[in-house]
Nanobody
């Protein structure tokens, strides 16, 4: 069974940078399209995904500020978050782009101005 564990979430101030990690066990990410989502009340949105070749794709709200990456050897994906703003406050989850594995606990990020 695949397990996902997100880490790196914390309280931050607007303009700060954070790096989230997602360790995957029980399955390989090497040939898997992985993604990050974020959850705010009543809404979970896909914000970034990385293809098998390592290329990242982003929604407009995070483009040019966030970078998704993967380390196949560590079976881990990352989300480098730069120039945070209060709208980035959310719980962040990683998962396979499709179909979903069981969701992990998420990483809470709270950004204050």
């Amino acid at each position: 069974q695949v397990q996902l564990v997100e880490s790196g979430g914390r309280d931050a101030q607007a303009g700060d940078s954070l790096k989230l990690s997602c360790e995957v066990s029980g399955g390989s990410i090497r040939l898997t399209r992985m993604a990050w989502w974020r959850q705010i009340p009543y809404k979970r949105e896909l914000i970034a995904y990385v293809l098998e070749d390592g290329s990242g794709h982003y929604i407009d709200a995070v483009k040019d500020r966030f970078v998704i990456s993967k380390d196949n050897a560590k079976n881990t994906i990352y989300l480098q978050m730069n120039n945070l703003n209060v709208q980035d406050t959310a719980i962040y989850y990683c998962n396979q782009l499709s179909p979903y594995w069981e969701w992990g606990p998420g990483a809470r990020v709270t950004v204050t101005s």
